[in-house]
């Protein structure tokens, strides 16, 4: 089964890039029609959409975070990753990564989900 684990620091100082990666399991993320990506819920809000990555390497991300975030992944690891620069304390967040099939779950819900990590933006 396709298993998603998050994993980086807990604690990030303001104005610093916060860093995650994504190992995946189960399921390349080089195959055909997946697409991953990293959702966030901060304390008390609603889930918000970050960024992607797709199988052939596009990737994209919410315009409000657009300028400050960047996307990537380590094929041979099968992993992929999360930088999301100049961080504030509203940064503060359960971050997800999660992924799914663009014929079947794009753009909402992704199909399979990490457990999350919790980040702290400390001031």
């Known amino acids: 089964q396709v298993q998603l684990q998050e994993s980086g620091p807990g604690l990030v100082e303001p104005s610093q890039t916060l860093s995650l990666t994504c190992a995946v399991s189960?399921?390349?993320?080089?195959?055909?029609?997946?697409?991953w990506a990293w959702i966030r819920q901060p304390p008390g809000k609603g889930l918000e959409f970050i960024g992607y990555?797709?199988?052939?390497?596009?990737?994209d991300s919410s315009p409000p975070l657009r300028s400050r975030t960047a996307i990537s992944r380590d094929t041979s690891k099968n992993q992929f990753t999360l930088q999301l620069s100049s961080v504030t304390p509203e940064g503060t967040a359960v971050y997800y990564c999660a992924g799914g099939q663009y014929d079947i779950s794009w753009p909402a819900p992704s199909r399979y989900w990490g457990q999350g990590t919790q980040v702290t933006v400390s001031s």
């Open positions: 990555i797709g199988y052939s390497g596009n990737s």
């Open positions: 189960g399921a390349s993320i080089t195959a055909n029609n997946y697409y």
